[in-house]
C-alpha cells in the first residue's frame, strides 16, 4: 500500500512539474524586471505569461499550469493572513477602520449597480469592484476561485488584473500628489493612499514618497483593506451557493466556506494571538508573495491576449469609476472625521 502511494505522488509531481517549473520561473523573471526596472511585478508576470499562452494547450505543461493558477493560488491567498492581526485595526482607531469598511463595501455595491449601464453582469461587476475595493489583483484572483466559471471567466480575470495594476500604478504616482493639493497631514495622507491604491506594492510605493509615517499607516491600512477579503468573500460564497440551489437542485453546491478562505481565517486568528513566530511571519509572507506571483503568471499563461481585447472599453470605464469612486468616498469621510 505505501508503495502504491509512494508511485501515485510520483506520478503526479512527474505530471504537475513542467507547467509548475514554467509558471515559477515566470515569476522569477517579472521579480527580477521589478527589481532592476520598477514595473510591477504582477502585471510582468501576467504579460509574460500570455506570451507564452501555447504552452497551455494540449502538452506536457498543460495540468501543471491549470495546478498553479489554482491550488497554489489558494496556498499564496492562505499565507497573505500571516501579515494581519486584530491589533492592527486597534491601532489605527475604529472610526478610521470603520471609514475603509464602508469605503470597501460601498464600492462593491457601486460597480454592482453600474454594471449594467456598461454591458456587464454580476460576475465582472463583482470581480472587477472587489479588486478595486480590496487589494487589486491579489483579490481578483481570489474572488475568481469562487465565482461560478463560464467560457469567459478567464479573460475577464486577466483584464482586471491588468486594469487594476495599470490604475493602481498611475495612483501610485498622482496620489501622494493629491494628498498634498488636500492639505492631508502626513498621517491622514497615509490613511487616503491605504484605503485608495489598489495593490500592496503601489501602496507602499506612494505612502513612503510622502514620509516614513504616511507610509507605515499607508501599509496598516491596506492590509486591514486585505483582511476583509475573508469576509466579502465568505458572504459571497454563501450568496453563490443558495443562487446555485434555487437554480439547480440536482446539482453540486459550492461549499460554504471555501477551504482556502478557512484557512485564511484560522492563520489571522492565531497570529493576532502571538502565536506565530516572528521569523514564521516573515518566511511565509514571502512565500505568499512568490505564490501569487506563481499563480497569476499560470493564469497569463492560459489566457489568450486575443480573448481579452474582447472585453472592450466598457469594462475599462466600470474599473475607472470604481477607483474614482473609491477615491472621492475616502476624501468625503476624511473630511467629515477631521470636522
Known sequence: MPNFQLNTLSTTVRTLFPGFLIAALIALSAQFISEHYGAPAMLMALLFGIALNFLSEEGPCKAGIAFSARTVLRFGVVLLGMRISFEMAAGLGWPIVGL???????????????????????????????????????????????????????????????????LSTIAM????????????????????????????????????????????????????????????????????????????????????????????????????????????????SELSRWALLTAIGAVGLKTSLREVVKVGYPAIILLVAETVFIALFVIGGLKLLAA
Open 100 to 166: 475603509v469598511a464602508a469605503g470597501l463595501i460601498s464600492t462593491i455595491i457601486f460597480g454592482m449597480l453600474i454594471a449594467r449601464f456598461t454591458g456587464h453582469g454580476p460576475r465582472f461587476a463583482f470581480l472587477s469592484a472587489g479588486s478595486v475595493a480590496i487589494c487589486g489583483a491579489s483579490a481578483a484572483m481570489a474572488i475568481a476561485a469562487i465565482l461560478p466559471q463560464d467560457d469567459r471567466s478567464e479573460e475577464r480575470l486577466v483584464f482586471t488584473v491588468v486594469g487594476v495594476t495599470l
Open 173 to 284: 504616482i498622482l496620489y501622494p500628489i493629491f494628498a498634498v493639493m488636500l492639505g492631508f497631514s502626513d498621517q491622514t495622507a497615509g490613511v487616503f493612499i491605504g484605503a485608495t491604491v489598489h495593490d500592496v506594492a503601489q501602496v507602499v510605493g506612494a505612502g513612503f514618497s510622502v514620509s516614513q509615517e504616511a507610509g507605515d499607516i499607508a501599509t496598516i491600512v491596506k492590509l486591514i483593506r486585505v483582511a476583509m477579503l475573508a469576509p466579502i468573500i465568505l458572504v459571497a460564497s454563501i450568496i453563490i451557493r443558495r443562487l446555485a440551489t434555487s437554480t439547480n437542485e440536482t446539482g453540486q453546491r459550492p461549499p460554504i466556506i471555501p477551504g482556502f478562505v478557512a484557512g485564511f481565517i484560522i492563520v489571522v486568528v492565531v497570529n493576532s494571538f502571538g502565536l506565530i513566530p516572528g521569523a514564521v511571519i516573515t518566511l511565509s
